[in-house]
């Protein structure tokens, strides 16, 4: 089954009792039995719901797995994950991440014994360094989250599948219509499910798909006894927003190359980091491990100010100024004061995330609109 029509037609079924060629939003707490343990497959509502059942089909299906677990959030769903770590055990993760993640993982599981280095990954190799036997998970984003960073993911899934070692990638900026980390050797994928699969900023939601028997058994466990779900609603919208998934990010993808190669010619902006330019680093690597470069754009100023990045903040009027991503509209965000304020502002410089810096989800409008936008945006300043 191709993409286009697994998003349409994987793990979904029309409903047997009324031929509703939609799934139904199954609004219940609760399952009436025959008699205790006899029942129609469905308990409870937090184990099992039939629309969540419905999308997790689906979603196993997009991203080449046995199986897939729906959460309440993104980070619900990295909670999880990490859940089934032990004091003592260690992470490695990408040196520009999520400040979501990288809060989750500092301020939170930090406090049970577990221990993380954050790293540069552009270069697998720079792993061996960091390795050793507490080293239980590595935590890979690419396209990073905000600088739009490349990271090898077979050359680092070679590398810890040798050791026994977890691999888990936050797909969420590739969507698994540009990337499919399963297929290049990574233990799990996690997606913000907010963001590209959902698509109309509308619901909020994450999952983690798997082949790994053992994992996806443990997951489902701590899926349960910890009540992290979402609910049929999001579950419904959720399912909907994925059968467009396809086409919107494809119209993504052609809006942020033009707007990038826009912005990369405007005389004050610095420097554009998207990884369809042939000198960003690791472009071959993106080249071969993604369909298309993706819907991100982050940009820097001439002037580095974050007076002037407010400018342009409060300038625009497609770009709408907001938290999240990969939604139909375009969003402009400050990822210093929004996204990534979590993270000590000497970590962020490190990595090139300065106060001027701005970051894009290009929405699926007519990318005329859209530079005129930005190029009033930028006429402020």
């Not at 701590?222 to 396809?246: E, Y």
């Not at 903040?313 to 990969?326: K, V």
Request: aromatic share 8%.
């Amino acid at each position: 089954m191709k993409f286009a029509t697994k998003v349409i037609h994987a793990g979904v079924s029309p409903d047997p009792s009324t031929g509703a060629i939609m799934t139904p939003i199954f609004q219940t707490s609760t399952y009436v039995q025959e008699a205790p343990g006899v029942h129609k497959g469905f308990e409870y509502a937090r184990t099992q719901n039939p629309t969540r059942s419905a999308l997790e089909s689906n979603l196993a299906a997009l991203e080449n797995a046995k199986g897939a677990l729906s959460f309440s959030s993104g980070l619900a769903a990295m909670d999880a994950i990490l859940k089934m770590l032990n004091p003592g055990d260690e992470i490695i993760s990408t040196n520009d991440l999520y400040g979501g993640s990288y809060r989750l993982m500092t301020k939170l599981f930090s406090k049970y014994g577990i221990k993380m280095s954050f790293i540069d990954l552009e270069k697998a190799e720079n792993i061996h360094n960091y390795i050793n036997s507490n080293t239980k998970l590595v935590w890979i984003e690419t396209p990073t989250n905000p600088m739009l960073n490349i990271v090898d993911i077979k050359k680092v899934c070679e590398i810890t599948n040798a050791k026994g070692i977890w691999s888990c990638v936050d797909n969420t900026f590739a969507s698994p219509y540009l990337q499919n980390p399963l297929d290049l050797g990574a233990t799990m994928v996690t997606h913000s499910a907010t963001k590209y699969l959902g698509g109309h900023s509308d619901l909020v939601h994450g999952c983690i798909m798997s082949n790994d028997d053992e994992i996806l058994k443990e997951l489902r466990f701590i899926q349960n006894a910890a009540g992290a779900v979402p609910g049929p609603q999001d579950c419904f919208l959720l399912l909907r927003g994925i059968k467009t998934l396809h086409l919107r990010v494809e119209r993504a993808c052609q809006n942020a190359e033009s707007i990038a190669h826009f912005l990369r010619g405007h005389e004050k902006v610095s420097k554009v980091y998207w990884p369809g330019f042939e000198d960003h680093p690791n472009h071959e690597v993106a080249k071969n491990q993604m369909k298309h470069f993706g819907g991100m754009v982050s940009f820097d100023l001439h002037d580095n100010t974050e007076i002037s990045a407010n400018k342009i903040l409060s300038g625009t009027h497609y770009f709408s100024l907001a938290e999240s991503l990969g939604g139909v509209e375009s969003l402009i965000g400050h990822p210093a004061s929004m996204t990534h304020a979590s993270i000590p502002k000497e970590e962020r410089m490190k990595v090139g995330l300065t106060d001027s810096l701005i970051r894009l989800s290009v929405g699926i409008e007519d990318i005329t609109d859209l530079k005129a936008d930005l190029n009033h945006a930028l006429s402020l300043i």
